[in-house]
T-cell receptor
């Protein structure tokens, strides 16, 4: 298995622009997580899905953030409009019950 | 509120020595405790995990020790190697799939 796949790996955008991060979880995993990592705040859970249904989005910082999982093999995290304070590494992770989660390589987002 | 407290923040160990990283938690509902290893520019990689029904789990040079009564668990890296130099995160999760991560320990193994 290729593991969790994320794209793009790097994203540089200007403040106010829309940013879309993409994730393909490991096949057969029914949980998908979006995390954000910064030096100041460490790893923060933004939202997680179970069987494509959002279960807990209490970590989503504000309405500018939204996430979808239209099917078992694809999820997106969208930021609109983006702000410099959104600069971070965003990780997608997936797990099957009793194990993991397994993280993707991350997307390094820089908002100027 | 930090659900999982991790220490030390950084650790320097001589090659061949034992690296020990500690974590503590308060929520007794946690029932799954994984450790992750993260190299610069990479995602955290699951290293080893334990459940509270056992006090120790060993995989190669990596051992988790778990003290349920003290609500503490630790990672021991035996015969530490320069290639082990990375940031290590502990985590705790409940059946609700809420994973809480420690703040990380930067390990440097000196040749």
């Amino acid at each position: 298995d290729a593991g969790v796949i994320q794209s793009p790996r790097h994203e540089v955008t200007e403040m106010g622009q829309e940013v879309t991060l993409r994730c393909k979880p490991i096949s057969g995993h029914d949980y998908l997580f979006w995390y954000r990592q910064t030096m100041m705040r460490g790893l923060e859970l933004l939202i997680y899905f179970n069987n494509n249904v959002p279960i807990d989005d209490s970590g989503m910082p504000e309405d500018r953030f939204s996430a979808k999982m239209p099917n078992a093999s694809f999820s997106t995290l969208k930021i609109q409009p983006s702000e410099p304070r959104d600069s971070a590494v965003y990780f997608c992770a997936s797990r099957a019950p009793g194990q993991g989660p397994y993280f993707g390589p991350g997307t390094r987002l820089t908002v100027t | 509120q930090q659900q999982v407290k991790q220490s030390p923040q950084s650790l320097i160990v001589q090659k061949g020595g034992i690296s020990i990283i500690n974590c503590a938690y308060e929520n007794t509902a946690f029932d799954y405790f994984p450790w992750y290893q993260q190299f610069p520019g990479k995602g955290p990689a699951l290293l080893i995990a334990i459940r509270p029904d056992v006090s120790e789990k060993k995989e190669g040079r990596f051992t988790i020790s778990f003290n349920k009564s003290a609500k503490q668990f630790s990672l021991h890296i035996m015969d530490s190697q320069p290639g082990d130099s990375a940031t290590y995160f502990c985590a705790a999760a409940n059946t609700g799939n809420q994973f809480y991560f420690g703040t990380g320990t930067s390990l440097t193994v000196i040749p």
